[in-house]
C-alpha cells in the first residue's frame, strides 16, 4: 500500500512539472497573423486570444492536450498538443456563420460585430467609414471638404467635441482648432484601407483622454492587400473617384508594404457648382521579426479644396427667392491638407509581459471661408470670415501589458504613457470682403498645448465575472501669444485630472453576458478661451454610467442593448465663427440603445441600431432647458447580400427624427429617412457595381442651425432655420479590376 501511494504522489509530480505554458502564432492562408482568435484547451479549460501579432500563449498545457482554435469567418481548427516551443497555426478562411459565435469566448464582442458589418458591407467614402459606428450620425455642410457634423447620444458633437477619434494610434481631433474645439476631419484616410474599426460609447476606458464623452472611435488600417486593385466611378453632377491599391512585395516572407491613392472631383447638386477636388496618398510598411515583434510604418497626405453654397435660409426657399439648391453667398469655400508619418512597434518582453508603441508626426493646414449671417453684422460688406492655421503635431503612446495570477485569479495589468504636443502658428480669425480682402482680424496669434497622460487599468477574471478598475492622469499646458496685442506676452495655464472608472462584466452563460460600466471624462476647452478667463472651465468632467446586454437568443440573432445616463459639468458651445465659447452649463443625458444582427442565412444579413434619449439642460426652467439639435431618437439599419453566385449588394436607411433648434423649441430642425441603394456583380477579377444614394428622392437636409441672419434687402434680422440640402437622387457606376 505504501509503495501505491509512494506511485501516486510521483505521477502527480511528473503531471505538474508537464503542464507548461504553450506559446503559438496563427496565421490565415496567406501566413498574415490573425488577431483575437479564440483557443481552449478542451484537458484542463485553460483559454487565450491571439494578439495583434497573432501570438497567443496559453497556460496548464501538456503533451497529448486537445486544442479548439476559433475565429469568426474562419474554419475551427483542432490539434493535440505535442512537444514543440512554439505552435504555428494556419485558419482557412470561410464564410460568416454567425451561429458559430460564442460571446463568451470573443475578446470583444462589439469589434467582432464592426468587423461582420465591414465585411459584409464595405465601404468607399469617408462618410460611410463613419456610419460604420452603431448609432453615429453625421452630416455635411460645405462643400464636401469640411469635417462632418457628429451626432452621437443626444450631442450634436459639431466636428468632434465630444467623440474621440483615431486612426491606427494617431490623433484626428484638433485641439483649439482655428474653427472649432475637437475638429476632427477624416477624410485623410483611404476607405478601402480599413480594416477593423474598435469603438465604445461612454467614457469608460482609460487609454481614451480628451474628448472621450460621448465615446470614441479608433480606425485601424490593414496590414496588407489580399489582391491589388484599380477601381473608377463616375456619377451624376460631374462626379468622380478613382482608387488604387498596389501590393508592392507579394509572396514576400515576415513583410508587407502597399501603397494606395484616391482622387475624388464633384460638382455637388448645387447650382454653384462646388469645384471639389481631393487627392489622398498612403503607404504602409510592416516587417515582422523571427520572434514576431511587430514593426510598422506609416506615411500619408491629403489636400483638399472646394466652393460652397453655405447654408442658407428657409424663408428665402420659402418665397422662391432661391432653389434648395441655390445660395445667398456662394463664395464660401476652403483648403486643407494634413501630412502624417507613424511608426509603431509591438513585443512580447516575455511570455507574461507585452509592449505595445507608436510615435507620430502631423502637418496640418487649414483655410475656410464662411458667412452665416450675411449682412446682420456689416450691412455693406457682408459677414464674410476667413479662419486659418498651420499646425505640427507631435505625439507617442507606450502601453504594456502583464498577465499574471493572484492566486487562482487571472490579473491582466496595462499601463500606459502617452505625450501629446500641438504647435499651431498664426490662427487667425477675420471678416473678409470676397475671399480675397481682409478687411479685419478678429484674433490672429500662436498657440502651443501639451498634453501628458497616464493611465493604469486592471482586469480580474474570475471566471463567469471580472471586474475591471481604471484610473487615468492628465496634465495639459496651455500657452498662447497674441499677435494683436502691442506688447508680447505669453499668456498660459495649467491643469491636471484625474479620471477613475469602474467596469463589471458577468457571463451568464456562453451566448449572454451583463455589463455595467461607469467612469469619468472629459472635453478640454479652446487654449484662447483658456487663457482670456483665467483658467475657468478648463477641463469639464463627464459623468456616465452603462447597463447593458450582449445576447444571442437564437443561434443567428445578436442583441446588444443598454440602459445609459451622462452627466456633464459643463456643456461647451465653441461658435469658432465668431471666435468665442458659449458655456451652456449642467447638462443630463439619459438614454437606450438597442443594436440587433441577424444572419438569414449563408449570404444574407439584417441589422439595426436605435438610440433614444432624453437630453436636457438642468440650470434652466422647463421649456426652456432644450439642448439646441440634441437628437432625441436615431435609427439605422439595412439588409446586406454577401457574395451570393457572385452578386453583393444592399439596401440600407437612416432615420433622424424632428428635433429642438434652439433652447424653447419654438423652432424645429426637421427630421428625415434616407434609403441608398448598391448592387454589385463580379466576374472573375472584374466587379461591376451601381450605387443610388437617396433612392427615393426625398427632399431631407443635411444640416440645420436654428441662426439669427439678415439679408441686404432686409430692415430686421429674422431667427429660422438655416439649412444645407441633403443630395438628391444621385446614380453612380463603378468598374474594379483585382489582379
Known sequence: MKHYFILIALCCFLFVTQAQNQKGLIVNELNQPLEAAYIYNQSSESHAHSSENGVFIIKH??????????????????????????LKIVLEEKAFQLDEMLISEELNTVSTISRLDLDITPVNS?????RKVPGLFIGQHAGGGKAEQLFLRGFDI???????????????????????????????????????????????????GDFNTAGYVNFSTKDYLKTSKISFSVGQFNSLRTVG????????????????????????????????????????????????????????HFT????????????????GNISRFGAIDDTEGGETQRTNLNASFDKYISDHTSISTNAFYSHYAFELYSNFTFFLEDPVNGDQI??????????????????????????????????RHDISDDVELSRTLNRSTTLERIQFGDINQTNINAFVDATFDFGKFKIAPALRFDYFKFMYNDALQTNYETLSETKTLLSPKLNFYYTVQDNLQLYLKSGLGFHSNDTRVVVANGGEDILPRSHGADLGTIWKPFPKLVVNSALWYLFLEQEFVYVGDAGIVEPSGKTRRLGVDLGLRYQLNDWLFLDTDATYTHARSIEEADGEDYIPLAPDFTLVGGLAVDDYKG???????????????????????????????NANYTINNVTFGIAIENLFDVEWNETQFATESRLQNEAQSVEEIHFTPGTPLFLKGTVSYRF
Open 61 to 86: 498545457t501538456k503533451p497529448g492536450d486537445s486544442l479548439r482554435i476559433g475565429l469568426l469567418g474562419y474554419k475551427t481548427k483542432f490539434i493535440t498538443l505535442e512537444a514543440v516551443a512554439t
Open 126 to 130: 469617408s462618410q460611410e467609414v463613419l
Open 158 to 208: 459639431d466636428h468632434g467635441t465630444d467623440v474621440s477619434i483615431s486612426v491606427d494610434g494617431m490623433p484626428v481631433n484638433m485641439v483649439s482648432h482655428a474653427h472649432g474645439q475637437g475638429y476632427s476631419d477624416l477624410h485623410f484616410v483611404i476607405p478601402e484601407t480599413v480594416n477593423k474599426i474598435d469603438f465604445g460609447k461612454g467614457a469608460y476606458y482609460a487609454k481614451e
Open 245 to 300: 491599391l498596389f501590393d508592392l512585395l507579394e509572396d514576400t516572407k515576415n513583410q508587407n508594404a502597399y501603397v494606395a491613392l484616391e482622387y475624388i472631383s464633384t460638382d455637388g447638386p448645387f447650382e454653384s457648382p462646388q469645384n471639389f477636388n481631393r487627392l489622398n496618398l498612403f503607404g504602409k510598411y510592416v516587417h515582422f521579426s523571427p520572434e514576431n515583434d511587430k514593426l510598422t510604418l506609416t506615411a500619408s
Open 304 to 319: 483638399s479644396r472646394w466652393d460652397a453654397s453655405g447654408q442658407i435660409p428657409q424663408r428665402e426657399v420659402d418665397n
Open 386 to 419: 476667413f479662419q486659418k492655421e498651420d499646425r505640427n503635431i507631435f505625439g507617442v503612446n507606450t502601453a504594456i501589458t502583464h498577465n499574471t495570477n493572484l492566486g487562482d485569479t487571472e490579473l491582466i495589468l496595462t499601463s500606459g504613457l502617452g505625450l
Open 647 to 677: 452578386f453583393s449588394g444592399g439596401l440600407r436607411f437612416r432615420y433622424l427624427d424632428d428635433r429642438a433648434a434652439n433652447e424653447d423649441n419654438s423652432i424645429v430642425a426637421e427630421g428625415y429617412m434616407v434609403t441608398d441603394f
